[in-house]
């Protein structure tokens, strides 16, 4: 896999939407509202620098960490429980 750009044309939302990805797991926002828009089920995870307030302005509760967001993906027996937004 070859990105030209993070976002936008030939960025991260666009490969996962050519390969079938249907869930992502990033602390990125602009990545993660791109993939959002296009159908795919984010799962926002904070970081350092950001904080995604974007998420949570739309009702949404990011994950602490890369460990919760997969162990609530994993344990998710209904996935609008679990405040993530497709």
Not at 8 to 24: F, L, P, S, T
Not at 35 to 44: A, T
Request: aromatic share 10%; hydrophobic share 45%.
């Amino acid at each position: 896999m070859t990105l030209t750009h993070w976002t936008g044309r030939g960025g991260k939302a666009e490969y996962y939407q050519r390969v079938g990805v249907d869930v992502v797991i990033d602390d990125n926002a602009a990545i993660c509202k791109e993939c959002l828009e296009k159908g795919m089920l984010v799962l926002p995870v904070v970081s350092h620098t950001e904080r995604h307030a974007w998420y949570w302005a739309l009702g949404g509760r990011p994950f602490r960490d890369l460990r919760s967001a997969i162990l609530a993906l994993l344990s998710a027996g209904n996935v609008d429980s679990m405040h993530i937004f497709r």
